[in-house]
């Protein structure tokens, strides 16, 4: 593991899309994970389900998903215009790589699924009164909450040992074909793809707009001046 603080690693973990073909040793993956479980969970029930996918076939699998995925994503990317924030070449650098993983997918050592198991219900939405039921339309969203604070755990764990990776959900548009292929039960749900691997590319900075522009104090339009 390098040593690397931990503000380190945040300012400079970038998505990188791009990965050597050496094998990711088992122990690391296994140390990553760890890190990974030690985020929050919702209630402390810590049902998320992580698939390790090293194996070529089931690479190439998965790989063709992603495609098909990455097919639907550029059709909705085809009128888009970039964000203020970016220049034009940062832009197409950045589609550049995106086209280049909807492609290579399947190249990367390691794929790793980040997913989420049905958790304790208490009181089925039928039985409870209606104003309850109405506050819980946002419940399903709420399932975020309980995988992705593992996910960035392993994205920092990643840069740690000097792996790239980025977190990616296209396959989810065609998510029961990448269930299939992993022979998942159909109430688990997939959150997350990520390709891990030695970097070709570069590590960090991340470039971000500033927090001046992105944050309020006490409500919506009064800019945080901290």
């Known amino acids: 593991m390098a040593d690397i603080g ?3 690693a945040i300012y400079s973990a970038r998505a990188l899309r791009r990965f050597k073909p050496d094998p990711v040793p088992d122990e690391v993956i296994t140390k990553i994970l760890d890190a990974g479980i030690r985020a929050p969970s919702g209630s402390n029930e810590q049902t998320w389900l992580f698939v390790v996918v090293k194996d070529r076939e089931q690479r190439r699998k998965i790989g063709e998903v992603y495609r098909k995925g990455g097919g639907i994503l550029m059709a909705l990317y085809a009128n888009r215009t970039k964000p203020e924030h970016m220049d034009q070449k940062q832009y197409d650098k950045l589609m550049a790589s995106a086209t280049y993983l909807i492609d290579h997918m ?3 050592p390691v794929l790793l699924l980040a997913c989420l198991q049905p958790g304790q219900v208490g009181a089925q939405p039928a039985q ?3 104003d309850v039921q109405a506050a819980m339309r946002n419940l399903a969203r709420m399932g975020g909450s309980s ?3 593992a ?3 392993i994205i920092l764990a990643c840069r740690a040992f000097g792996l790239g990776t980025v977190l990616t959900t296209i396959h989810m548009f065609y998510e029961d074909e990448v269930k299939a292929v ?3 039960p159909p109430e688990v749900q997939t959150y997350a793809l990520l390709p891990i691997g030695y970097p070709t590319d570069k590590f960090g ?3 971000r707009r500033p927090v001046s522009e992105v944050v309020c104090l006490d409500r919506y339009g009064n800019p945080w001046k901290g």
């Open 106 to 108: 399947a190249d990367a």
């Open 182 to 184: 992993l022979g998942l």
């Open 147 to 149: 995988i992705y604070p």
């Open 205 to 207: 900075p991340i470039r």
């Open 6 to 8: 931990l503000f380190d």
């Open 151 to 153: 996910v960035q755990n």
């Open 128 to 130: 409870l009164p209606p």
